[in-house]
């Protein structure tokens, strides 16, 4: 299985990103779609999620009203459009997906940068 992201990279305060995360090689029925984010010295950190089937999405706070998710079905791909972004937004960002098939089943992606700073 393999969750390939790109998008990362180095922007300005206010500046936006937009991250990509492509799903392959698994097998069963996505439930869920993620991205994370861990800043150094601090824990990995919910971003956003999207759920399968009613695509019902959730915001961390601290991203609400300036981070989009949102779910390509027909190529497995999340997206994750930034706005407004914040120093505070630097992490490297982890997608993540689980599977259902016989059981649950979690992968995540390797991980992609992003720093804001002027």
């Known amino acids: 299985v393999q969750l390939v992201e790109s998008g990362g990279g180095l922007v300005q305060p206010g500046g936006f990103l937009r991250l990509s995360c492509v799903a392959s090689?698994?097998?069963?029925?996505?439930?869920?779609m993620s991205w994370y984010r861990q800043a150094p010295g601090k824990e990995r950190e919910l971003v956003a999620s999207i759920v399968s089937g009613a695509e019902i999405t959730n915001y961390a706070n601290a991203v609400k009203g300036r981070f989009t998710i949102a779910r390509d079905k027909s190529k497995n791909t999340v997206l994750l459009q930034m706005n407004s972004l914040k120093p505070d937004d630097t992490a490297v960002y982890y997608c993540?997906?689980?599977?259902?098939?016989?059981?649950?089943?979690?992968?995540w992606g390797q991980g992609t940068q992003v720093t804001v700073s002027s």
């Open positions: 993540y997906l689980r599977v259902l098939r016989v059981s649950f089943t979690d992968y």
């Open positions: 090689g698994f097998t069963g029925n996505i439930l869920r």
